[in-house]
C-alpha cells in the first residue's frame, strides 16, 4: 500500500504543484518561529543553504509526529541578496522596503524541500535560483503594490513570478518550480520511488 502524502505548509502555491502534478496529498500547516531560528543561525555563521534546509526539516519534523507512517513534506525558501537574508514582510510598507531594497540588484531564491517518514528524515534537498529585480521606479512600485496588495506578504521577496512579479525582473537562471515554492521535480523523482505518481 502507498504511504500517504503530507505537506507541511499552508502556501497555497506548493499544494497548487503537487496537485496539478497530480500528487494526491494533505495539507497540515505547521508553525515555526523562522525568525528565531535564522538569526540563531546567522549568529552561528550558516550559510543561507543551511538555513532554508534547517527550516524545512523542522516543518517536516513537527508534521511528521503526528503521522509518522506518511510522508511527509518540509519546505522553506530564503533568499539572500548580498549576504542580507529576506522575510516574508510584516506589512505593505516592509514591503516596499524590501522591493526597493532588491530594485537593480541580482539575488539568489534557495528553495528548500525535506520528506520525512518513519520519524526521521529520508530525502531533502536544495534548489537555487538566481534573479535579477531591474531597476523601477516609484512610481511602478506604487501601482505594483496596489495591484498585488495582501498577496505580497505571503511570499520571500514579495513576488509571485507566475503573475505580475513577472514585470519585475530582466532575468531568472534556475528551476521556475523553486521560485514558486518547491524543487518539484526532484520531489516527483522521490515519489516515483515510492511508486507515488506513476503511470
Not at 503521522?67 to 539572500?80: E, H, K, S
Not at 531564491?109 to 534573479?131: D, F, T
Request: net charge neutral; charged share 25%; proline share 5%.
Amino acid at each position: 500500500m502507498q504511504p500517504r502524502v503530507i505537506l507541511a505548509s499552508r502556501s497555497s502555491s506548493r499544494a497548487t504543484l503537487l496537485r496539478n502534478a497530480g500528487i494526491a496529498f494533505e495539507a497540515r500547516p505547521v508553525s515555526v518561529d523562522e525568525d528565531a531560528v535564522k538569526e540563531s543561525m546567522l549568529a552561528e555563521g550558516a550559510p543561507p543553504r543551511d538555513i532554508a534546509d534547517t527550516l524545512a526539516e523542522l516543518k517536516a519534523h513537527r508534521a511528521a509526529t503526528r503521522d509518522p507512517a506518511a510522508l511527509t513534506i518540509g519546505a522553506d525558501q530564503v533568499l539572500d541578496c548580498r549576504g542580507k537574508l529576506f522575510s516574508k514582510p510584516r506589512d505593505l510598507e516592509d514591503a516596499r522596503f524590501q522591493l526597493k531594497s532588491l530594485s537593480g540588484r541580482p539575488h539568489d531564491l534557495l528553495s528548500a524541500a525535506v520528506i520525512y517518514e518513519g520519524g526521521q528524515p529520508v530525502w531533502r534537498h536544495v534548489g537555487k535560483v538566481r534573479l535579477t529585480m531591474r531597476p523601477f521606479s516609484d512610481a511602478f512600485l506604487d501601482r505594483y503594490i496596489a495591484a498585488e496588495g495582501e498577496a505580497l506578504l505571503q511570499t520571500v521577496g514579495c513576488y509571485r513570478l507566475e503573475g505580475l512579479g513577472a514585470q519585475l525582473f530582466t532575468q531568472v537562471s534556475g528551476d521556475y518550480f523553486c521560485v514558486l515554492g518547491l524543487p518539484l521535480l526532484e520531489i516527483l523523482g522521490f515519489l516515483r520511488t515510492r511508486n507515488i505518481g506513476t503511470a
